[in-house]
């Protein structure tokens, strides 16, 4: 059973940045080749933020492009997202996914697992 531990949320002004860390917990039977993090606002759906494959192929969506940078560091099973020029609209609990398969929506394959969740506040 694959296990996820987020870590790196935190309060910024507007302009900062803060990085999280999503990794796999020792003990797994597996490890994740697929990372997707995303972000869900209060009383909005959950969205996709930025992915990084198995052959390191890496998108962002419209909203972080340019901003914020997703990393992987397969040795350790750790998968990183790096948030400069944060928004008030970056506002959100960030969640990390990861799968053996490619992750394109928020529904993972039996084999995915989901962080516990980090938050993210940004102040104007």
């Known amino acids: 059973q694959l296990r996820l531990v987020e870590s790196g949320g935190g309060s910024v002004h507007a302009g900062g940045s803060l990085r999280l860390s999503c990794a796999a917990a020792?003990?797994?039977?597996?490890?994740?080749?697929?990372f997707r993090w995303f972000r869900q606002a209060p009383g909005k759906e959950r969205e996709g933020v930025a992915g990084v494959e198995k052959d390191g192929t890496i998108d962002y969506s419209d909203a972080v492009k340019g901003r914020f940078t997703i990393s992987k560091d397969n040795a350790k099973d750790i998968a990183y997202l790096q948030m400069n020029s944060l928004k008030p609209e970056d506002t959100a609990m960030y969640y990390c996914?990861?799968?053996?398969?490619?992750?394109?929506?928020?529904?993972?394959?039996?084999?995915?697992?989901w962080g516990q969740g980090t938050q993210v506040t940004v102040s104007s």
């Open positions: 020792s003990g797994a039977t597996y490890r994740p080749t697929y």
């Open positions: 996914a990861a799968d053996l398969f490619p992750i394109n929506s928020s529904r993972l394959s039996p084999a995915g697992a």
